[in-house]
T-cell receptor
C-alpha cells in the first residue's frame, strides 16, 4: 500500500525566507504527484501537478520537483509571505486508477 | 459561478441517526469523490464515482453509502454503523488530472 510522508509536520518562518517542504512515497509506480494548499476549515486548492515523466513544475514563487526513482518530491516556496500560511498537502496518483493517496500535510506559518 | 458546493457547512448527528451530506457540482465533470479528514491527518478516500449510476468503495467505506443518480450530485450518507463519524468531509470532482474540492462539511456527534 502506498504510504505518503510529509516532513516537517509544522514549520514557522519569518517573512521573506525561502523554504522547502518535503514529501516522500514508498511505491514509485506513480502516474503523477500533486501539491495542494488547504486553509483552515476550507477545501483544497491544487497548486502544482507533476507528471511521472517530469522533473519539476513552476508556478510563480512555487517550484515543485519530483524524483520518482527515489520516491521524493519537494515544494520550494520563494520569498515567503504571511499569505502563504496554510497547510500544504502532497498527493500521489498510482499508475492504476485515479484515487489519490495523501500525506498528512505540513502546516506552514509565515510571520510578519 | 462554476464550482462545487457542499451543504451544510456544519452537521450534527445524534447517536443512531443517519445523516446525508450534499455535494453538487456544475463543472460537468464525470468523476466525483468523497474524502474524510481527521485532525492532523491526510485525506482518506471513502467512495468515488467515475460516471453516473456507478460508484466504487474507497479505503474506508464501512458505515457510509452513496448514490450517483445525476451527474451533478453525489450525496454521502453517514449511517449509524459508522461509530466514529466526527470528521471534516470533503467532496471533489475531477477534470483530467486535476481534482477540484468543495469547501467541506464538518460533522459533529451530539
Amino acid at each position: 500500500k502506498q504510504e505518503v510522508t510529509q516532513i516537517p509536520a509544522a514549520l514557522s518562518v519569518p517573512e521573506g525566507e525561502n523554504l522547502v517542504l518535503n514529501c516522500s512515497f514508498t511505491d514509485s509506480a506513480i502516474y503523477n504527484l500533486q501539491w495542494f494548499r488547504q486553509d483552515p476549515g476550507k477545501g483544497l486548492t491544487s497548486l502544482l501537478l507533476i507528471q511521472s515523466s517530469q522533473r519539476e513544475q513552476t508556478s510563480g514563487r512555487l517550484n515543485a520537483s519530483l524524483d520518482k526513482s527515489s520516491g521524493r518530491s519537494t515544494l520550494y516556496i520563494a520569498a515567503s509571505q504571511p499569505g502563504d500560511s496554510a497547510t500544504y498537502l502532497c498527493a500521489v496518483r498510482p499508475d492504476s486508477g485515479y484515487a489519490l493517496n495523501f500525506g498528512k500535510g505540513t502546516s506552514l506559518l509565515v510571520t510578519p | 459561478d462554476g464550482g462545487i458546493t457542499q451543504s451544510p457547512k456544519y452537521l450534527f448527528r445524534k447517536e443512531g441517526q443517519n445523516v446525508t451530506l450534499s455535494c453538487e457540482q456544475n463543472l460537468n465533470h464525470d468523476a466525483m469523490y468523497w474524502y474524510r479528514q481527521d485532525p492532523g491527518q491526510g485525506l482518506r478516500l471513502i467512495y468515488y464515482s467515475q460516471i453516473v449510476n456507478d460508484f466504487q468503495k474507497g479505503d474506508i467505506a464501512e458505515g457510509y453509502s452513496v448514490s450517483r443518480e445525476k451527474k451533478e450530485s453525489f450525496p454521502l450518507t453517514v449511517t449509524s454503523a459508522q461509530k466514529n463519524p466526527t470528521a471534516f468531509y470533503l467532496c471533489a470532482s475531477r477534470s483530467g488530472e486535476t481534482q477540484y474540492f468543495g469547501p467541506g462539511t464538518r460533522l459533529l456527534v451530539l
